[in-house]
């Protein structure tokens, strides 16, 4: 049964317009009307397309050095002057690599970690709408940025160009620091990589050591994913100093004083153990077929198994023949019952790190760097389930619920709901995707409130990762995730964010 307060959030929230897909929102983003509108052409940027031309400097120091109650302001007035969507995403990725330290590789780092998924977010979202998240993301990097100055001021040292490597040395020397945890010669090295190789050479490197260990809890990969994503938008002549970084993150030992290469340290034994697993895979383990039954399997292992459970699991189905696909069925929904067994920060990365991992896996060119992303993925799963009990909320058991509403108002009556009651909404959205498979409805209004209610950097991460992953799964899988996703979006009943309004206010300056 509705309650009051429901029924006034449903009707306060938002209606979709069916058939011409366009979204109105009760909550008014009409301001965003008085900067130039992006088109999708223009945020799905060619790399070829951007040059690192002599403006994209005094940006970033725009962005670096003005003080965050006056950043939008003058970001505002510089677009409406002519600043343009992939200028202002450049310098905002190269100012962040600039200044936050990669260490830990999340909390005030986040505001690396988020720009991908804000151009995500930004990408797919009406014209007019692309540029708040630009504008959050520029805010997230101010507060980043504030206390990245508290904790010491570290900024990007320059180059000891002495150290570089030529060409011939620069992978095996970038390789010998990385296995060793030798920070300085890696960041010498990947500067060799970075002038001589090419983006797929860099990324396969990237992709290994990003899996390698749970420190940071699957931060290193999100990274690795994440800034190659960036950079393939912005273009490759800017990647030197975002893969220093990108190296220096990977290194991170969590405050551990011990060399990681020299001890057995519980954070890197999945990884070791599956170096050696992937090669019991069979030849011509991609050929295998969909298997619903393999799927809930490895369901149960990561609610009840260990991590070398599950990669020895992963190992067995893939040699009885089942397809990597439902390998991955069954990890992105053991995230997303992770999520609705204990919602929160932690079980919210077993889904953005397996969005992660899937990416690189399917770029990726080696096939045994593809197995090994499959068998640390699954062996990462129980590592985030922790010492939760079962309470017996299992995503495949999840049953359906009807909403009480009727056309355009059965989204807004779902939203509302994750405000009151999460369960209820999730069984909601399991029935709306039952009758409507089209989720496009569902998705425009979940990106509309993170706009509006969004507070910090998980929910651009989430919701980016969720809902392009819905469009990896096989049916009926990709429904249940997407039901499991209520755990963590926002609701309509919430409170707008400050920054609309600030945001609001800038325009109006």
């Given at each position: 049964?509705?309650t ?8 306060s929230?938002?209606?979709i317009?069916?058939?011409s897909g366009?979204l ?6 009409g301001f965003l ?5 992006v088109?999708a052409?223009?945020?799905?940027l060619?790399?070829r397309?951007?040059r ?8 970033v120091r725009?962005?670096?050095e003005?003080p965050r109650?006056?950043?939008?302001e003058e970001v ?5 002057h ?8 450049t310098a905002?990725l190269?100012?962040g690599?600039?200044?936050i330290q990669?260490r830990?590789?999340?909390?005030k780092f986040?505001a690396?970690?988020v720009v991908?998924?804000?151009h ?5 979202s ?7 998240p630009i504008?959050?993301a520029i805010?997230q990097?101010k507060a980043s940025?504030a206390?990245?100055?508290s ?5 990007m040292g320059a180059?000891d160009?002495?150290?570089v490597p ?8 970038f390789n010998?620091a ?8 890696a960041?010498?090295?990947?500067v060799?990589l970075a002038?001589?190789?090419g983006a797929?050479e860099?990324?396969?490197i990237?992709?290994?050591y990003g899996?390698r260990?749970?420190?940071?809890i699957?931060?290193k ?5 994440n800034?190659f994503r960036?950079?393939?938008v912005?273009g490759?002549?800017?990647?030197e100093?975002?893969l220093?970084s990108?190296a220096?993150?990977?290194l991170?030992r969590s405050?551990?004083r011990?060399?990681p290469?020299?001890?057995d340290l519980?954070a890197?034994?999945p ?10 895979i069979r030849?011509g383990?991609l050929?295998g ?7 809930a399997?490895l ?17 067995k189905?893939l ?20 999520l609705?067994?204990?919602p ?5 990365h077993?889904?953005t790190?397996t969005n992660?991992?899937h990416?690189a ?5 080696s096939d045994e760097?593809?197995?090994?992303l499959?068998?640390q993925?699954?062996a990462?799963m129980?590592?985030?389930r922790?010492n939760i009990?079962?309470?017996?909320l299992?995503i ?8 009480s509403?009727k056309g355009d108002e059965v989204v807004a ?11 209820t909404?999730?069984r909601?959205i ?5 009758e409507h498979p089209?989720?496009q409805?569902?998705a425009d209004?979940a990106r ?6 969004g ?5 651009y991460k989430f919701s ?8 990896c799964?096989?049916?009926p899988?990709?429904d ?8 963590y979006?926002?609701?309509s009943?919430?409170?707008?964010n400050?920054?609309v309004k600030?945001t609001?206010?800038?325009l109006?300056?």
């Amino acid at each position: 049964m509705q309650t009051e307060y429901s029924t006034i959030a449903r009707r306060s929230f938002l209606k979709i317009v069916t058939g011409s897909g366009v979204l109105a929102a009760l909550g008014d983003l009409g301001f965003l009307t008085q900067l130039p509108s992006v088109s999708a052409a223009e945020a799905a940027l060619e790399p070829r397309m951007v040059r690192c031309r002599p403006e994209i400097e005094p940006v970033v120091r725009l962005i670096e050095e003005m003080p965050r109650d006056r950043v939008l302001e003058e970001v505002s007035s510089r677009v409406k002057h002519g600043l343009n969507y992939r200028e202002l995403l450049t310098a905002l990725l190269l100012a962040g690599v600039r200044n936050i330290q990669p260490r830990p590789v999340g909390y005030k780092f986040h505001a690396v970690l988020v720009v991908n998924s804000a151009h995500l977010a930004s990408l797919a979202s009406p014209d007019t709408d692309r540029w708040l998240p630009i504008f959050w993301a520029i805010d997230q990097f101010k507060a980043s940025q504030a206390a990245n100055v508290s904790e010491g001021n570290w900024t990007m040292g320059a180059v000891d160009e002495s150290a570089v490597p030529s060409s011939e040395y620069a992978k095996s020397a970038f390789n010998a620091a990385m296995d060793n945890w030798d920070e300085s010669a890696a960041d010498a090295a990947v500067v060799g990589l970075a002038r001589t190789s090419g983006a797929h050479e860099l990324f396969e490197i990237f992709c290994r050591y990003g899996a390698r260990d749970f420190r940071d809890i699957g931060h290193k990969a999100i990274y690795v994913a994440n800034s190659f994503r960036c950079l393939e938008v912005i273009g490759w002549q800017h990647c030197e100093p975002v893969l220093r970084s990108l190296a220096y993150a990977l290194l991170d030992r969590s405050g551990g004083r011990e060399n990681p290469a020299k001890v057995d340290l519980p954070a890197d034994r999945p990884f070791r153990q599956n170096v050696e697993m992937v090669r019991r895979i069979r030849n011509g383990w991609l050929d295998g077929k969909p298997s619903a039954e393999a799927t809930a399997e490895l369901l149960q292992s990561i609610r009840t198994g260990s991590p070398a459970d599950t990669s020895e699991l992963t190992v067995k189905l893939l040699n009885e023949g089942v397809a990597p696909q439902s390998i991955f069925d069954g990890l992105f929904n053991g995230a997303g019952e992770l999520l609705m067994q204990a919602p929160g920060i932690f079980s919210l990365h077993a889904t953005t790190f397996t969005n992660a991992v899937h990416f690189a896996w399917q770029r990726v060119r080696s096939d045994e760097t593809r197995r090994l992303l499959l068998l640390q993925n699954a062996a990462f799963m129980p590592l985030y389930r922790g010492n939760i009990e079962d309470n017996g909320l299992h995503i495949d058991a999840l049953e359906a619920l009807g909403p009480s509403a009727k056309g355009d108002e059965v989204v807004a009556e779902i939203f509302a709901d994750i405000s009151e009651d999460r369960l209820t909404a999730s069984r909601k959205i399991l029935a709306y995707l039952k009758e409507h498979p089209d989720p496009q409805p569902l998705a425009d209004a979940a990106r509309r409130l993170i706009f509006l209610k969004g507070t910090n950097a998980h929910d651009y991460k989430f919701s980016s990762a969720v809902l392009e992953d819905y469009e990896c799964l096989s049916p009926p899988w990709r429904d249940r995730l997407l039901a499991a996703s209520a755990f963590y979006l926002r609701g309509s009943g919430e409170a707008d964010n400050d920054l609309v309004k600030r945001t609001r206010a800038a325009l109006a300056s």
